[in-house]
């Protein structure tokens, strides 16, 4: 009991003290668990990041993706990445985020290509995960980029090499958050208690109009937006 | 299965030997005495009389089959498919903070992992000084704690930004949940495979079939961040991540990854799909924040609302709702009656604890006219819950994330409720 105690409390003093000290490791150790094998992390250390971190050998080109994704993906997501009823769209919908129904796709909205490769690796095709091979994966990513008109030529590779090298047109939109400036919450003075607005208060929209919670609502009911993501 | 059959038989007739006497008994007798007296108090209930269930009736136990109606719903349109889907807590039925673990509204991206806890394994790896492997027998072999906190999704009334949608705080409101977890400091397991001074991003992922992952500053895994095979003193719940999940207390419930295997440490972050495509707020500029964790002050009535209308008329009426903030307690709600015009200061029961739900009521004499409920909460940070006007203003309708607007109900003189915006 007193030999478990201590550790304890040591490695909650010294988190008090300074975070640092738990980032250098030199806290108390418990010395449970064993150390992975490299099999073990080849395994599961599957992610990559936008510098090219964790990309696998391999290679694949538009035509081959054309192919594999006919066969794999276009069930749900169309022939040319416009979808299929609800499932999610993958290509189109430049210049619309700030239209009144914005499409974000990898090609108006993605940031980075290596997110891309990482999610279908880890995720596609729903409901068999993890069964392509990575030169699969490097070939719908090239693929994806051809249905977006990042590249245009129908022969071009993408490989481990160049992968890096390529960016998407939407990477520069994106900002930090910067919520706290906003000015209902940069002004922390008391709210308004008493008399706050002019008027008797009058409905200018009724949830009851458009009628879709799940109870009353008809088959066909569609929200005014296109739902949770 | 005999006896249980023979017992049912003699209880029916004697059940109806007895309906008969009482039929005698009433014509015979003191019949108006007996009408002017509640049925439920002046006849014996079969409850009074026979015996119920022995106790390992249900091992398990399940709530009254007369709160049969008190379950998680969804919004079959509003997602592809239910493996990649949501449904909602139903909030007007429940009372208190702690979310009972059946009502824990449910997301998954790849359906409901059912593994093992034998099989399970949890890495930690990347910028470390040696990459280590747990088993879930290792994980209870180190301290714990136990934290209550709140879990809200990012897209919690993301419907709500474009206008009123959905009628009941269920839907519009329900993707909130807060329970007690068990489980260990995160830093303690990042120390014990020793994290190298250049990490700054720890990556988590889930061992389902969308292997969910999401990038976490190194300062938010070392400070409050938890791994957690425990909700209200049981295991996790499979919906809820079961072997094991991570608590990112405050921070958007996409974080909390579910089925937590692999835990890396590196120098940046990962821009995963979670990060980039989903959880960032398209703004009308066009550009779109990212890393948005925080969950804002946010407040909402439960009762009444448009699922738990007024059905008692005049005279008082027990308001009630729940409030939470990422940044900590909540200090106050506010609760108005006519929209906003005027507020009067709710009253927090029970427990006040940091990025927990609070339960607050005000209690007043309704007189049976026309009311537009609204509540705002503010935090221990001085936040204070803005309006759904004021966040457009600033944001436009896209964002789909952090709609933290006040909500509010219209009351008619009928007692119907229903989910309005007004001027």
């Known amino acids: 009991m007193s030999k478990f105690r201590k550790p304890l409390l040591i490695i909650g003093l010294s988190v008090l003290a300074s975070a640092a000290t738990a980032l250098a490791g030199d806290g108390e150790h418990f010395k449970l668990g064993r150390v992975a094998t490299p099999d073990e992390l080849l395994a599961w250390d599957i992610d990559v990041r936008p510098d090219g971190l964790g990309l696998p050998d391999g290679r694949g080109t538009v035509a081959h993706g054309m192919e594999i994704f006919d066969e794999n993906c276009a069930s749900c997501h169309g022939d040319f990445g416009e979808a299929v009823g609800r499932w999610p769209v993958l290509a189109g919908g430049k210049g619309t985020l700030q239209a009144d129904r914005p499409e974000k796709t990898i090609g108006s909205y993605w940031p980075y290509l290596s997110t891309v490769f990482d999610y279908v690796r880890r995720a596609m095709p729903f409901g068999n995960a993890r069964s392509l091979s990575d030169d699969d994966v490097y070939a719908l990513t090239a693929y994806l980029l051809y249905l977006n008109d990042v590249v245009t030529n129908d022969e071009f590779e993408l490989s481990k090499e160049n992968f890096a090298d390529i960016k998407l047109p939407n990477e520069t939109n994106f900002i930090d958050d910067d919520r706290t400036k906003e000015p209902f919450y940069a002004d922390k003075s008391e709210p308004c208690m008493e008399n706050c607005k002019p008027d ?8 009851a109009i458009l009628d879709v919670t799940p109870e009353d609502a008809g088959e066909d009911d569609q929200p005014a937006n296109g739902g949770i993501e | 299965m005999k006896t249980e059959t023979t017992r049912t038989t003699r209880r029916a007739l004697l059940r109806a030997g007895l309906a008969g006497g009482t039929a005698a008994l009433t014509t015979g007798t003191a019949a108006g005495a007996r009408a002017a007296g509640d049925p439920a108090i002046t006849e014996i209930q079969d409850w009074n009389r026979y015996p119920g269930k022995g ?3 249900t091992p398990y136990g399940s ?22 889907s949501v449904n909602f807590t139903p909030l007007h039925e429940i009372d208190g903070i702690i979310t009972p673990s059946g009502l824990c509204f449910e997301r998954h991206h790849g359906g409901i992992a059912e593994i093992d806890p034998n099989a399970h394994r949890l890495m930690v790896h990347g910028m470390v000084d040696k990459p280590l492997v747990f088993t879930m027998a290792d994980l209870k072999r180190f301290p714990r704690e136990n934290r209550i906190y709140f879990l809200e999704c990012a897209a919690n009334s993301g419907m709500e930004w474009r206008g009123a949608q959905l009628n009941g705080c269920q839907y519009t409101h329900g993707m909130v949940h807060c329970v007690m977890y068990t489980g260990v400091p995160l830093r303690t397991i990042l120390n014990e495979a020793g994290v190298k001074p250049e990490g700054k991003w720890l990556l988590a992922e889930g061992a389902d079939a969308s292997a969910m992952t999401r990038s976490v500053p190194l300062e938010k895994a070392l400070d409050d961040c938890m791994v957690a095979f425990g909700m209200n003193g ?15 207390p405050g921070w958007e419930g996409n974080m909390w990854i579910k089925w937590l295997r692999r835990l890396e440490i590196g120098d940046q972050p990962w821009q995963q799909r979670e990060e980039t495509s989903k959880y960032t707020d398209l703004l009308a500029t066009g550009k779109a924040r990212r890393f948005t964790f925080l969950m804002d002050v946010k407040s909402v009535i439960t009762n009444p609302s448009p ?4 059905r008692h008329g005049k005279g008082p009426l027990v308001l009630t709702g729940v409030a939470w903030s990422g940044n900590g307690r909540i200090k106050r709600v506010d609760v108005s009656v006519d929209g906003g015009r005027n507020w009067h200061t709710a009253r927090i029961d029970g427990p006040s604890l940091p990025k927990a739900l609070h339960r607050f009521y005000y209690e007043f004499d309704w007189d049976g006219s026309e009311l537009f409920l609204q509540s705002r909460a503010i935090d221990e940070a001085g936040f204070v819950q803005p309006t759904k006007d004021q966040l457009r203003g600033v944001r436009g309708s896209n964002s789909i994330y952090h709609n933290n607007g006040i909500q509010t109900w219209h009351v008619t003189e009928e007692g119907s409720i229903e989910n309005v915006e007004i001027s």
């Open chain 2, 234 to 248: 049981e295991a996790l719940r499979p919906e809820q991540g079961y072997p094991v999940r991570l608590v990112v």
């Open chain 2, 63 to 84: 709530p009254s089959s007369f709160e049969a109606h008190v379950i998680r719903k969804n919004v079959p349109w509003l997602t592809s498919d239910p493996i990649s």
């Open chain 2, 307 to 310: 699922q738990a209308p007024i």
């Open chain 1, 200 to 207: 008797k208060a009058t409905i200018k929209a009724h949830a």
């Open chain 2, 55 to 57: 106790v390992d009736a």
